[in-house]
């Protein structure tokens, strides 16, 4: 059982339509699990009307994906912060796919493949700008421009526990190293005195 984890706004959950077809391949020789650690309601418009149920819109961007052989497929949790850690940690591997033909989500900083480092998941990411660099920063090469690779860099984290491992421990101590709160208090420090 391979269990993936991913965790974000309702409304990036449309990055799983690109995704959804890297799912389909991999389970049919995988018992691969999606967890997803969302809001389960979700506000429209401005966040103000009307609501949104994000297990029918799960169901409905992942299609016929989202129960194979009569099983389901993703289970879903509501976003806490007592629980987050909790989910996230007991999952294999995070996941963060991204439509990269959308400006906005090309342009969305490291921060949450940081969060996922920071607690040591190897994670997966779509190739933007940020995800990109602090990859390369670190000597990982887990960010995917097209399905093709999301189907082949996943299989490889998903086969070889080794590799799961290097990545989970390359990316903590690379988050705790560069993205501690010492490393942020010396940048503010260094700006404050290059003012004065």
């Known amino acids: ?29 995988y018992p691969i699990y999606l967890h997803i650690i969302t809001d389960l309601l979700h506000k429209k418009y401005l966040n103000r009307i009307g609501r949104t149920d994000m297990v029918r819109e799960v169901e409905k961007t992942l299609g016929a994906t989202s129960h ?21 940690t007991a999952c294999d591997i995070a ?12 342009g969305k900083p490291e921060n949450k493949l940081l969060l996922f480092w920071r607690m040591g998941i190897p994670t997966l990411t779509s190739s933007t700008p940020a ?14 421009e097209n399905k093709n690779e999301w189907i082949e860099k996943l299989e490889r984290v998903i086969v070889d526990i080794d590799i799961r491992k290097n990545a989970g421990l390359t990316g903590k101590q690379h988050a705790d190293t560069h993205y501690s709160e010492k490393v942020y208090l010396e940048k503010w420090d260094r700006l404050f005195e290059s003012v004065l």
């Open 1 to 29: 059982r391979v269990n993936l984890v991913w965790e974000g706004l309702p409304s990036n959950v449309e990055g799983f339509s690109k995704f959804k077809d890297v799912l389909i391949k991999l389970r049919n020789k």
């Open 68 to 88: 194979l052989n009569s099983e389901t497929i993703f289970y879903m949790y509501q976003w806490n912060l007592d629980t987050f850690s909790h989910i996230a």
């Open 95 to 106: 996941i963060i796919p991204l439509d990269t033909n959308n400006f906005l989500h090309r």
């Open 131 to 144: 995800y990109s660099r602090a990859m390369d920063a670190c000597g990982l090469d887990l960010y995917c």
